[in-house]
């Protein structure tokens, strides 16, 4: 059994340093996002959204549960297993690439944005390149050695961020993002190699390390599916339903409104996760502890942020960014709102991964897609633009029976911190309200 001082000062440490690199990644985004956005006009800011939806996809289906598994499996620091996830990881880069290309044509048609036909091919790409980053990034967040991996992260994106700010300033076309995020994908992969190696990077294909991957990963590939729909899945759909002005400007309330969330999900995928691997492989019984204070920690980080975002979403809009953008301050307010019951289920539903259940996860991730679908097409039927965006707040919240149906079997469902986020959010929104606008 291992040290539980040891395993807390690694969460702790492990912590500090996601939040700091969180930091430091969302400075230079919303930088770059400024920047963007004033030197592009807003349709063609429509048009990088769905570009970059595709991209973020892309990103998210090149793992589809490989991390997972190194982190989780008892074999997880075996060089044939970390081998295996590796060659894993570059053949699923190559194949995302591919249905990339085949997808490129009918998105295209279905946008009315020929530009897409080419953009789609040159930023999938990066898929390929990201595959084929170090094995010793799966094995340091395997053991929670955060520092090194997140200033990887950080410089990659600074770069990245710098070549493409020049690159969209000296030609102001979205070819200039396009590039900017395959050049970006080089540099982050080149810098992988860097990071101290607990067993050379090289092809591998073990019978049963590849069986064990596949098996407990064959769900996650369907649930990055989903949650790659139900994280970008307004873009898409909005996509086709406003202009690609009005699509800018959602984009736009999108990227504040994911802040806190975001921050969660990077604290508990890097950090907790792991933490919860370790408890439940060496003592199940104290698992559930863990997780208890671990949610406890991560709402407590994310809701205060997002309660600012609910209240001062309009202020916040105005000052950063030209009138052209203003309509993106009502969007951020309701998008917000959502967020709090995106926190909640975000924060419980790796629990699921932790006790070996992906299929239930997967399910999850489809019931949420789906409803994420319902809501918005309800929504959008009856008070149109309003309704889409409230659509997507409210699927965040409708979910959560499913996941209770789910934590349930397993006995990990914590209802009291649930109830208590949300009368505590209730309770803080109507006292700013009163206080702001009574």
């Given amino acids: 059994m291992g040290d539980p001082d040891s395993k807390k000062k ?6 500090l340093w996601t939040v700091m690199g969180f930091g430091g990644s969302q400075f230079v985004r919303l930088l770059s996002n400024l920047l963007l956005t004033r030197l592009l006009l807003p349709e063609v800011f429509g048009v990088m959204a769905l570009v970059q939806v595709v991209l973020q996809g892309l990103q998210m289906l090149s793992d589809a549960g490989i991390s997972t598994s190194v982190v989780r ?13 590796w060659t894993l990881q570059v053949i699923r880069g190559v194949l995302i690439w591919f249905v990339s290309c085949v997808l490129a044509y009918p998105m295209s ?59 969209v300033w000296h030609y102001r076309s979205i070819w200039a993002i396009a590039m900017g995020g395959v050049v970006g994908a080089l540099i982050s992969c080149l810098l992988s190699y860097k990071l101290p190696k ?20 064959q769900w996650i590939f369907v649930a990055s599916f989903a949650s790659f729909f139900i994280n970008k899945g307004d873009v898409f759909i909005l996509g086709v339903s406003l202009s690609k002005a ?14 806190s969330l975001d921050l969660l999900l990077k604290i508990n995928g890097q950090v907790m996760t792991p933490i919860y691997s370790m408890a439940f492989r060496e003592n199940p019984s104290s698992a559930i502890d863990k997780i208890r204070k671990a949610r406890i920690s991560l709402l407590a980080l994310a809701l205060p942020m997002i309660w600012v975002l609910v209240m001062g979403s309009q202020y916040i809009i105005d000052l950063l960014y030209d009138p052209r953008y ?35 996860f997967m399910l999850f991730q489809l019931v ?10 309800i929504g959008g039927s009856q008070f149109g633009i309003v309704g889409l965006v409230a659509g997507i707040s409210v699927s965040k919240f409708v979910c959560y029976p499913a996941l209770v149906v789910l934590l349930r079997k397993h006995s990990i469902w914590l209802p009291a911190i649930d109830c208590f986020a949300v009368g505590l959010s209730v309770v803080v929104l109507v006292i700013g309200f009163w206080w702001v606008h009574g």
């Fill in 73 to 85: 499996s008892n074999q997880g620091d075996d060089p044939d297993y970390l081998n295996t996830a």
């Fill in 246 to 259: 009005e699509l800018g400007v959602f984009s736009i309330a999108a990227i504040w409104a994911r802040l």
């Fill in 368 to 377: 949420r897609g789906l409803l994420l679908i319902i809501c918005m097409s």
């Fill in 326 to 360: 203003a309509g993106a301050g009502w969007m951020l307010q309701i998008l917000a709102i959502g967020t709090i019951g995106a926190a909640i289920t975000a924060s419980s539903a790796n629990a699921l991964l932790v006790v070996g259940d992906s299929f239930g």
């Fill in 109 to 167: 048609i279905i946008y009315e944005a020929p530009e897409l036909l080419g953009l789609i091919p040159v930023v999938g790409f990066s898929a390929v390149i990201r595959g084929l980053n170090s094995s010793a990034v799966l094995s340091h967040r395997r053991h929670i050695h955060l520092k090194r991996i997140i200033i990887w992260q950080l410089i990659g994106q600074i770069l990245t961020t710098l070549i493409t700010i020049l690159a």
């Fill in 198 to 217: 607990l067993t050379p990077t090289q092809f591998k294909l073990d019978h049963h390390a590849k069986a064990d991957i596949l098996t407990f990963g």
């Fill in 10 to 15: 690694r969460a702790i440490v492990g912590s």
